[in-house]
């Protein structure tokens, strides 16, 4: 069981970056999906959450990313996604993405998640 996050890097201010995260078990369709980050020095955050059943289903983001992120999840391709678009400085941080079967109500909750995968920087210059 493992998650492989890739599409980290460096981009500027008001730029673009997409991360991707690559599940290998058979039930991934089964798992609600989050990407979380964690900043030098700061606690791990919730950023975006999508529900098991995928793109189109519920979404939930946090404020600091509404409106500029937007999450996906592919079940045929056991992948989910996170498109970052007008990016800002302080979006520089390690990504990770994370699977979780708890509630929809607790997809922001970093300890819910049982599986995690390895992180990918983001750095946002100004």
């Known amino acids: 069981v493992q998650l492989q996050a890739s599409g980290g890097g460096l981009a500027q201010a008001g730029g673009s970056l997409m991360l991707s995260c690559a599940a290998s078990?058979?039930?991934?369709?089964?798992?609600?999906m989050g990407w979380f980050r964690q900043a030098p020095g700061k606690e791990r955050e919730f950023v975006a959450a999508?529900?098991?059943?995928?793109?189109?289903?519920?979404?939930r983001y946090a404020d600091s990313v509404k409106g500029r992120f937007t999450i996906s999840k592919d079940n045929a391709k056991n992948t989910v996604y996170l498109q970052m678009n007008s990016l800002k400085p302080e979006d520089t941080a390690v990504y990770y993405c994370?699977?979780?079967?708890?509630?929809?109500?607790?997809?922001?909750?970093?300890?819910?998640?049982?599986?995690w995968g390895q992180g990918t920087q983001v750095t946002v210059s100004s």
């Open positions: 994370a699977g979780t079967q708890i509630v929809w109500a607790y997809v922001h909750e970093s300890h819910r998640y049982t599986i």
């Open positions: 999508i529900m098991r059943s995928g793109t189109g289903s519920s979404t």
């Open positions: 078990w058979s039930t991934f369709r089964n798992f609600h």
